[in-house]
């Protein structure tokens, strides 16, 4: 039986932690959400801040979508392979140099990103100019990737290192027995990586990719710096509605959605944990 001291001091040390939680993040989160149903004009709960956010940035809540789950679905493949080639690579010169460059955007900040991208991607820009250079692109025929594309590849470049490291750290962590049973006969490293390691791996890349996911639905910097126009992502739209117009209804009910998107990432990766018996990591 349980002694009470030690239920008291127990709960002594949980209510920090449980009290930081609920002032911080439970409260401001629950109003936020509770208040996008408040219409400001009646002083009623309806609808009406889902009706205006629909109706002037239904576009956005398109595009966010897109390029947030496009980005997703990139950042997931290349760091797979990357890690793939980190673990099952053979040249060990490539995989030193693989491992130590990859990691490199970890540790830029989303602005500072997105101000490089603008200056690689711009009409302009970096890229553009190489290209020319090269003779691969004519002048006239130059265009500027400062809209979506420039945000799908902002996300990937600095969301990629942070998957990465996830998932090649559960490879390194395996047994290896397998891998090497597996290419003793016969089997080629692609192979090994899809039907060996993948599997194994494969709660640790849905961590990742939730995370990412999250990560970038939440980003303001780089839509911000990136987009240079309409459409946009919705965190520009939220900001624009509380700094421009003081509009804290139809801002939360964006959030809301923003808040519903990442809700359906996390219910993927709960549904997955359950079907295979495992608590989620």
């Known amino acids: 039986m349980q002694r009470p001291t030690s239920s008291l ?12 939680v609920g002032l911080l993040f439970v409260y401001p989160l629950g109003m936020s959400l509770t208040y996008a149903f408040h219409n400001e004009l009646t002083g009623g709960w309806d609808l009406g801040n889902f009706s205006k956010a629909f109706a002037l940035y239904g576009g956005d809540i398109a595009l966010t979508a897109g390029v947030t789950v496009l980005s997703t679905a990139l950042v997931g493949v290349l760091s797979i392979a990357i ?3 980190l673990t099952l690579g053979e040249n060990q010169r490539a995989v ?10 970890l540790f830029i900040p989303f602005v500072v990103a997105a101000q490089l991208m603008r200056t690689f991607l711009a009409k302009n820009g970096m890229l553009n100019n190489t290209l020319m250079s090269l003779g691969l692109v004519d002048p006239l025929n130059a ?13 990937v ?3 990629l290192p942070f998957a990465t490291l996830l998932i090649c750290g559960a490879m390194a962590a395996m047994d290896r027995s397998m891998i090497e049973s597996a290419r003793g006969l016969g089997a080629g490293r692609l192979r090994a990586l899809l039907e060996i390691v993948l599997p194994q791996v494969q709660a640790t890349v849905w961590v990742a990719l939730i995370l990412s996911f999250v990560t970038m639905l939440s980003a303001l910097s780089v839509p911000m710096m990136v987009i240079a126009g309409s459409p946009t992502m919705l965190t520009v739209d939220m900001a624009w509605r509380v700094n421009s117009y003081g509009d804290y209804g139809v801002a939360n009910a964006l959030g809301f959605v923003s808040f519903t998107m990442s809700g359906v990432a996390a219910w993927f990766y709960l549904r997955q944990g359950l079907r295979d018996g495992r608590p989620p990591k």
């Open 157 to 159: 470049w600095k969301q």
């Open 96 to 105: 030193a140099i693989l491992g130590w460059i990859y990691r490199w955007p």
């Open 143 to 155: 265009v500027s990737l400062l809209d979506w594309r420039g945000v799908v590849i902002t996300f």
């Open 9 to 20: 001091a127990m709960l002594a040390l949980l209510a920090p932690a449980v009290l930081m």
């Open 83 to 85: 890690a793939g080639y």
